[in-house]
């Protein structure tokens, strides 16, 4: 008997901008169900942003840090005869932007002593300019995928 498959929920754009991914990032920003609480971060962090970078649109460099945390390639555990390869595999569009907000959320939360919205602001930024801690865990995850070419083969 065929099972039938989840649809994916539809996701209403951004108040402000229009974004739906500025929706979905304020979505997995948000804890308790607090949207307004963390609406108010983005939206004072976009502030900060416009501060630090007057040349361009806020929006446009939250867009730009997270499609710079887009992983292209990552690594999966494959078993083969016993052994667990490494096996490097592009990722899917949807896994990508996944993946890129929850670096930059793993990098905001992992700081500690200020204001999430100046965290957020100064990652963002910073991912923005390709540097930073998501930048860097972007650039592990491709090593990981370079140093594991050899079992490439292994993705069927």
Known sequence: MARITASRKQLKPDPVHGSLLASKFVNCLMN??????????FYDALD?????VPDVEPIEVFTQAVENVKPAIEV??????????????QVNRTRQQS???RWLLMA?????GRPTHL?????????????????????????????????????W
Do not use: C, W
Request: aromatic share 6%.
């Open 32 to 41: 308790d169900g607090k949207k307004s609480t963390a609406l108010r971060i």
């Open 48 to 52: 900060v942003i416009k501060e630090r």
């Open 76 to 89: 999966r555990s494959k078993r083969v005869g016993g052994a667990a390869y490494q096996v490097p595999m």
């Open 99 to 101: 993946l890129a907000i």
């Open 108 to 112: 905001i939360r992992e700081k500690k």
């Open 119 to 155: 965290k957020l602001a100064d990652e963002l930024v910073n991912a923005y300019n390709r540097e930073g801690v998501a930048m860097t865990r972007r650039e592990n995850v491709h090593r990981m995928a370079d140093a594991n070419k050899a079992f490439a083969h292994f993705a």
